[in-house]
T-cell receptor, first 116, second 114 residues
Framework: EAQVTQNPRYLITVTGKKLTVTCSQN?????MSWYRQDPGLGLRQIYYSMNVEVTDKGDVPEGYKVSRKEKRNFPLILESPSPNQTSLYFC???????????????FGPGTRLTVL | TQLLEQSPQFLSIQEGENLTVYCNSSSVFSSLQWYRQEPGEGPVLLVT?????EVKKLKRLTFQFGDARKDSSLHITAAQPGDTGLYLC??????????????FGTGTRLQVTL
């Protein structure tokens, strides 16, 4: 089954404790992206990756890092989490990076992060 | 980043009623997508509209792209409890040679009761 998986689904942590949220897709997609979803703000893009070893900042990259060492994986790293990073995070992938109008972005199930 | 404004933010209706959700922006988009998101899940694409004035139907859901490609609407006829969820619009600007930008709306939370 074609899917995007994220782990963990739920995480409660404390300020300053480094964490990683993993994302994996099995559709051989070139493009992967991370979003955060906050009430009243919609989904905002954090980072995206066009291909292996190619990453770029989205709209709200501060406080986050990413890496793309393999095509299928795109982990999101919070080196020193702060309470304002409490949010619902989504990983997404697409085959063409939305370069074609008909391209579709597939989303993972989300990771709910709480930073105390 | 130019946000897409959706209205209403919340909508609670009874089964069988009709409703319309609006998605507005001052920017022009190459295409406009509508997603539905259910609790505990990621958004799922419902439809993509690409031409100004385009109308697409998906069973009881009718999607329209504005003539100027700055706005869109989603109309649901005879709503059912299964339509309950968060509806998100997202505008895309196609960038040649680089990843395109998908700008999401603020969302409309719909609840349909029996």
């Amino acid at each position: 089954e074609a899917q995007v998986t994220q782990n963990p689904r739920y995480l409660i942590t404390v300020t300053g404790k480094k964490l990683t949220v993993t994302c994996s897709q099995n559709m051989n997609h070139e493009y992967m992206s991370w979003y955060r979803q906050d009430p009243g703000l919609g989904l905002r893009q954090i980072y995206y990756s066009m291909n292996v070893e190619v990453t770029d900042k989205g709209d709200v990259p501060e406080g986050y890092k990413v890496s793309r060492k393999e095509k299928r994986n795109f982990p999101l790293i919070l080196e020193s989490p702060s309470p304002n990073q409490t949010s619902l995070y989504f990983c997404a992938s697409s085959s063409l990076g939305l370069a074609e109008i008909t391209d579709t972005q597939y989303f993972g199930p989300g990771t709910r992060l709480t930073v105390l | 980043t130019q946000l897409l404004e959706q209205s209403p933010q919340f909508l609670s209706i009874q089964e069988g009623e009709n409703l319309t959700v609006y998605c507005n922006s001052s920017s022009v988009f190459s295409s406009l997508q509508w997603y539905r998101q259910e609790p505990g899940e990621g958004p799922v694409l419902l439809v993509t509209v690409v031409t100004g004035g385009e109308v697409k139907k998906l069973k009881r859901l009718t999607f329209q792209f504005g003539d100027a490609r700055k706005d869109s609407s989603l109309h649901i006829t005879a709503a059912q409890p299964g339509d309950t969820g968060l509806y998100l619009c997202a505008g895309s600007r196609i960038n040649t040679g680089t990843a395109s930008k998908l700008t999401f709306g603020t969302g409309t939370r719909l609840q349909v009761t029996l």
